[in-house]
């Protein structure tokens, strides 16, 4: 199951078209018959009933959030985070619309590892809140994730000025929300200010 609700947030979140076959929204266990019902008493199962619930989840995102399906052909819509985590089997991308607060932060993470206080880099300074994770427990999973918002670093990192530290569960798909905020002027530089007009006052 925890395979399945990565690989299904992931695919929800990607760019394209959505096309679940019937009965593969509670993780039915045989192929659907055109003679038969659909097997509807799987859902008296924990793991049928949490996968239908997450897929409920699922579709309540993708219709709230118009990043992803505004722009579904379009390269504005989609931007890489970091696609080169092989040996880690984890992608990180962006989803995006029309203004920077409809931006979405996608992480899946495919491996059996988890991963606490990762770092990736993201768009711009912000509080980045955590609207999905595959692992949270009424899901069936462990729990592990992000329940309060994160606030990004001045920190390099992904080729991108801020950054922000987030656990990464195993076999999960995370997606977060972004609020951009005003940077602040750099002490460093307000310092620098000071000290010249204090010799200019001098002189």
Known sequence: AQHLRAAYGYFMAHPGKK???????????????????????????PVHKNMQDYMKELNK??????????????????????CAYPELSMVMFMRKADKPEETLIVVSNFDTVEHRDFRIGVPFAGSYKEILNSNAERFGGTGLGNPRAVRSNKISWDERKDSIKINIPALSTLIFTCTPMEEKPEKKAARSKSKTEADGKAS
């Open 61 to 82: 995102i993708y219709k709230e959030h118009p990043a992803l399906w505004k722009y579904d052909y379009d390269t504005e819509g989609f931007e890489w985070i970091n």
């Open 19 to 45: 096309l679940l076959f019937m009965g593969q929204d509670f993780a039915q266990n045989d192929e659907w018959q055109e003679c038969m019902s659909l097997e509807w008493d799987l859902l008296q199962y």
